[in-house]
């Protein structure tokens, strides 16, 4: 044989072997063996590694939460929940960590977790579901971990789950759907004990079976709580608007409500599916119900028709094409109407309602701490663009000539003012906006959602802006350089437009959706602001028309300063008392305005401060 056959085929070998591993996950036939087909036995336990349950007994209407850590790192994970008598597979499982995906076990949906890539991983998380008919077997929760291609643990850090009695179960229901300060139970290769503390979230599940033409679909969720709501929409392309929604929802008086809705566009609240002809199918209610603090919604979807007309750009609902499921929950007003969604998730996968499917997701129900950015970003635009902006525009457009006798850091003050102002601008500027990023999760405003897309335009060029004035100030020519004008005019259009888009992306939130703002006419308080801001730009513009144009000897001799130029308000002979009479007029003028910007831009951040 020769030799470079022979290096081929040796070479062909150990890819084969090396690459008979699963760098994206475990394959659906291992969850039976629970073992990797690296060709390497099991090492010897070690305490390297933990698991981790919220709780060690259960009820059908529980959610089970684990999580597996190390104190190094590994690789590789497989979780699968087997009765520990017959060895069946049990349950269901939903992803938490965003390393793990869903394994198929023996192709029954959503029974294990593995991980999604061969990245190093400190900790893992998942859920588990218990089967919904509770036995007096016992739970085996069986955890491989790979290591490395070669260090693999098997059966070292398995746990066991015990079913609730069956004359317990009601007492103990109540806690199941949110998990808060709870005891842990970890298990690890010498089987320590430990108590740790996790977050709290509301899980949902959601399938649904298709027979003869009608599919009928089961909504649960653990935990909703009166005056709120969750639901479940179809949409074509991952993002909201024009969606088929099915809306389940829990009244102040403790009664359920389920309905079918279309979301036209965006964050628009969802209205009837009476609105349109053929929404597609007959909807059917079933069951709507609260129990052992679990919401139950049901219905049935039959009649399906093929219809080619549209209203409003929603089109009919099918069995046969695939959806990307939206999974939301809220809050309900004092008249059991929609707010604007706490938690929402788009999942990647998509479904079909002529086909068996199951759909889990885990909602935060307090999204207050994310609010904040949200908050936060508001507050710092209304004060950086409704006081600092047209404070900073006020004093060199009409106070270039006052106060000549004064400077701070050797320039003039108006100068001085200006420049803190106006450097400080962008800075908070792109604060704000890093904050509405992270808000957002970098997502950029679909189209769909019209005001908010038109608001983020609006926004992103008042970004813009704010940062390139701050760069051409400080690459402007000299004051008596020939083209001098021409940076003039440029930053002072540069800087009106930013100024006058500000009040634009201001406004339009004013009627986002999912604020009160245009119910409670706080619009009004940027009506005020719109009113004022040529009325202080006329008051400054009628005192220097009067002054220049006032028949006395002392103006005649005094003359103006060129207001193109910083350093103009040198003090001499030509200020006289006339123009010390002017610039105190200017002075309070300027401080009525800035108590006026400060008042309007105080009160408007208190509203959005209490916005839910």
């Not at 999204?367 to 950015?373: N, P, Q, R, T, Y």
Request: some cysteine; charged content about 15%.
């Amino acid at each position: 044989m020769p030799s470079f056959v022979f290096h081929f085929v040796v070479f062909a070998l150990i890819s084969i072997k090396y690459g008979y591993n699963y760098p994206t996950g475990a394959p659906n036939y291992a969850c039976q063996t629970m073992t990797p087909g690296h060709g390497y036995a099991s090492q010897a336990c070690s305490s390297n590694y933990t698991i981790q349950s919220d709780k060690l007994q259960y009820d059908v209407n529980d959610v089970v939460r684990l999580t597996v850590n190390s104190s190094a790192s590994f690789k590789g994970v497989l979780l699968v929940a087997k009765a520990a008598t017959t060895g069946d597979i049990v349950g269901t499982w939903a992803v938490v960590s965003s390393t793990t995906r869903i394994v198929n076990c023996s192709t029954v949906p959503n029974t294990g977790i593995t991980h999604n890539s061969r990245d190093l991983k400190s900790s893992v998380e998942a859920l588990w579901y218990p089967p919904s008919t509770t036995t007096n077997t016992s739970t085996i929760i069986q955890v491989t971990i790979v290591e490395s291609y070669s260090n693999i643990y098997v059966s070292c850090y398995n746990l066991t789950l015990t079913p609730r009695q069956t004359n317990t179960t009601a007492s103990m229901n109540s806690t199941s759907a949110t998990v808060a300060s709870t005891t842990t139970v970890t298990t690890t290769a010498t089987s320590t004990e430990t108590v740790t503390t996790t977050k709290s979230i509301s899980s949902v599940q959601i399938s649904w079976t298709y027979n003869d033409g009608v599919t009928i679909v089961r909504m649960r969720m653990n935990d909703l709580k009166t005056s709120q709501w969750f639901a479940l929409g179809l949409s074509l392309d991952q993002n909201m608007g024009e969606d088929h929604v099915f809306m389940c929802r829990h009244l102040a008086d403790g009664s359920v409500l389920l309905d079918r809705r279309i979301n036209p566009s965006g964050h628009s609240p969802p209205v009837s599916a009476s609105t349109i002809s053929n929404p597609g199918g007959t909807f059917n209610v079933t069951l709507q119900k609260v129990e052992d603090g679990t919401t139950y919604c049901e219905f049935t979807l039959s009649n399906f028709v093929t219809s080619g007309r549209r209203r409003r750009d929603i089109v009919s609902l099918s069995q046969a094409t695939p959806y990307y499921p939206l999974i939301a929950m809220g809050d309900l007003d004092s008249s059991n109407e929609i707010m604007q969604h706490k938690s929402r998730e788009a999942l990647t996968q998509t479904v079909q309602l002529n086909r068996e499917e199951t759909i889990m997701s885990n909602l935060d129900s307090d999204d207050s701490g994310k609010k904040v950015l949200m908050k936060a970003h508001g507050i710092i635009m209304i004060f950086t663009w409704i006081l600092f902006v047209s404070t900073g525009i006020l004093l060199p457009r009409y106070f270039k000539a006052a106060w000549p006798g004064t400077k701070v850091c050797g320039k003039p003050i108006w100068f001085t003012v200006h420049r803190a102002l106006m450097t400080s601008v962008p800075i908070l500027t792109l604060i704000a906006f890093i904050l509405i990023l992270v808000y957002e999760n970098g997502r950029w405003i679909s189209r769909n959602e019209k005001r908010e897309f038109a608001h983020s335009i609006a926004g992103i060029i008042v970004v813009v802006f704010s940062v390139i004035q701050p760069f051409m100030a400080l690459y402007r020519c000299k004051p008596d350089a020939h083209y001098r004008f021409i940076f003039n005019h440029i930053h002072r259009i540069v800087g009106f437009i930013a100024l006058i888009l500000s009040i634009v992306a201001m406004f339009l939130v004013m009627f986002f959706t999912q604020f009160s703002f245009e119910k409670n006419k706080i619009w009004g308080i940027l009506i005020a602001w719109i009113c004022w801001l040529p009325i202080i730009f006329f008051l400054f513009w009628l005192i220097e028309y009067c002054s220049k144009n006032k028949p006395s000897a002392e103006t005649k001799t005094t003359g103006f300063y060129d207001i193109t130029t910083e350093n103009t308000n040198t003090p001499d002979d030509t200020y006289n008392k006339a123009q010390i009479k002017i610039d105190r007029i200017k002075g309070i003028l300027l401080f009525i305005h800035i108590i006026v910007a400060l008042v309007l831009a105080l009160t408007l951040a208190i509203f959005v401060g209490k916005t839910d």
